[in-house]
């Protein structure tokens, strides 16, 4: 694996344990301070800077890390991220209709989704050696 798929993977695998970690705090303790939520986006913001960093510090392995299997795979990543929208949108909305879920945890529970859909799905590429 080159230093930019690597850094690639240790992001998106970062994001998906933290956004699955305020999932299960949330719904553990009810609730969840503003402050982790800012770590999430911070842990996004630092991925994709790393990656930056890797891409400059190494510039040979930036054409092999975009061959068209991990084009694909972003792009596989991008539509899967679509669709868990997409279904959480529904599904939510009708647990907010007829169940006692509250509207601030259905969208809460959506962002996380959205912030963390795509990179679950690139780590998994990753580790079946498709990204």
């Given at each position: 694996?080159?230093?930019?798929a690597?850094?690639?993977?240790?992001?998106n695998l970062?994001?998906?344990?933290?956004?699955?970690?305020?999932?299960?705090?949330?719904?553990?303790?009810?609730?969840?301070?503003a402050?982790?939520v800012?770590?999430?986006?911070?842990f996004?913001?630092?991925?994709?800077v790393?990656?930056?960093?890797?891409?400059?510090?190494?510039?040979?392995?930036?054409?092999?890390?975009?061959?068209?299997m991990?084009?694909?795979?972003?792009?596989?990543?991008?539509?899967?991220g679509?669709?868990?929208?997409?279904l959480?949108?529904w599904m939510?909305?009708?647990?907010?209709?007829?169940?006692e879920?509250?509207?601030?945890a259905?969208l809460?529970?959506l962002?996380v989704?959205?912030?963390?859909?795509?990179?679950?799905?690139?780590?998994?590429?990753?580790?079946?050696?498709?990204?």
């Amino acid at each position: 694996m080159n230093p930019l798929a690597a850094t690639r993977f240790a992001a998106n695998l970062m994001v998906a344990a933290f956004g699955i970690g305020l999932l299960v705090i949330y719904v553990t303790r009810g609730g969840i301070s503003a402050d982790l939520v800012l770590w999430l986006g911070g842990f996004a913001i630092l991925g994709g800077v790393t990656q930056f960093a890797a891409s400059i510090l190494f510039p040979h392995s930036i054409q092999p890390a975009w061959d068209e299997m991990a084009v694909a795979s972003h792009r596989g990543a991008y539509q899967f991220g679509y669709w868990c929208a997409v279904l959480a949108f529904w599904m939510l909305f009708f647990l907010t209709q007829y169940f006692e879920m509250s509207l601030e945890a259905a969208l809460f529970s959506l962002g996380v989704l959205l912030i963390c859909a795509p990179s679950i799905w690139m780590a998994i590429a990753t580790l079946r050696e498709r990204a």
